[in-house]
């Protein structure tokens, strides 16, 4: 039977998914870098809507230029979404978990988080921004190497486990509805989601571009570059990686620690599976991926819930209405 206090599952699985959090963010404005060059100031909004943060932007920031955005997601102490609040908030987690903590990766995340609050305005100037970012997903990389590295193979190692990949799925759908996102602001034409430089930089900022070349060599396709994120198991930020690894630790949680009340949880990535294999069959998946991508995320969110209420103490949630769910999954059958 696990001996693990409920507060602290909770602590190694949200710590996890800030790391994990972080990087993709750093990802997401690195990215931006390459989409804004010869474009106007404007072109920044899009993030915000990404993330649904148009209230808590407009209230701080108004205007979305280039520099309001990346203060805003960079070192904002406001917005809890932020890269600095996100490592800080991974270290308070860190913190409670010291006595169980490796100390490599506590005193690595100690210099990182150090390092982050050293930056200054320079280093969040669009001109450096690359840099900044790729130093912070160095920085996320080698927390999450020390944590592969080092972490004790106790009950501690599959709640880190599924907070990354429950985090990691997010952020790949998230990464998937960039062109959706950026067609509803006006960032984009319609005939953009066929755009091959798009899905190229795409691939990068999933750090799947290599990977893509090799199984298709000798061109872009869009069709194939979303369907690779999402389906291929192999690639380690796809869809269907994550729920896999998710499956095997909530099996680890039954199996090797007697948690046996992960039922619902596991039906939860079970029913996901399931609906990946339905997509999978979808030709016309492309046209419907921000459906699809809506789909994921609300299943997310519900699958969270259920990891919280299982094993971290928290409250039985409202249920979704069952018109809802059953609306969601109807119209990704339909499209």
């Known amino acids: 039977m696990s001996s693990l206090l409920s507060r602290h599952a909770e602590s190694i699985f949200w710590m996890a998914r800030y790391f994990e959090r972080a990087e993709s963010l750093a990802r997401i404005l690195e990215t931006q870098t390459s989409f804004q060059r010869g474009r106007d100031d404007n072109s920044w909004a899009w993030i915000v809507t990404l993330y649904s943060d148009e209230e808590a932007f407009a209230k701080d920031f108004g205007e979305p230029s280039a520099d309001n955005v990346i203060r805003f997601y960079m070192a904002h102490a406001d917005n809890p979404g932020s890269i600095q609040s996100t490592i800080r908030a991974a270290r308070e987690n860190a913190r409670a978990l010291r006595p169980m903590l490796p100390t490599d990766m506590w005193s690595g995340l100690n210099d990182f988080y150090n390092r982050l609050c050293a930056f200054g305005p320079s280093d969040f100037s669009e ?163 921000h459906v699809f991508n809506d789909w994921i995320q609300l299943n997310l969110i519900q699958l969270t819930g259920e990891l919280g209420q299982a094993f971290f103490g928290y409250p039985a949630q409202a249920e979704t209405p069952a018109s809802q769910t059953q609306s969601q999954s109807q119209t990704m059958a339909a499209n």
């Open 127 to 289: 001109v450096r921004l690359t840099r900044t970012c790729d130093a912070i997903k160095r920085g996320c990389y080698a927390q999450l190497g020390a944590a592969e590295s080092t972490f004790y193979r106790d009950d501690t190692w599959p709640f880190f486990r599924l907070g990354q990949f429950v985090e990691r799925a997010d952020q790949t759908s998230r990464l998937l509805d960039v062109r959706s996102v950026q067609l509803q602001t006006g960032f984009a034409r319609d005939e953009g989601r066929y755009d091959f430089t798009f899905w190229t930089i795409l691939l990068r900022a999933a750090s799947a571009y290599h990977s893509y070349r090799r199984i298709h060599p000798r061109h872009i396709d869009p069709k194939e570059v979303a369907r690779f994120l999402i389906f291929d198991a192999r690639l380690p930020r796809s869809l269907s990686a994550c729920l896999f690894e998710m499956q095997a630790m909530i099996e680890v949680l039954r199996r090797n620690f007697g948690l046996r009340n992960s039922a619902a949880a596991a039906g939860k990535v079970e029913a996901m599976i399931t609906g990946l294999d339905a997509a999978m069959r979808d030709e016309r998946l492309l046209d419907s991926l």
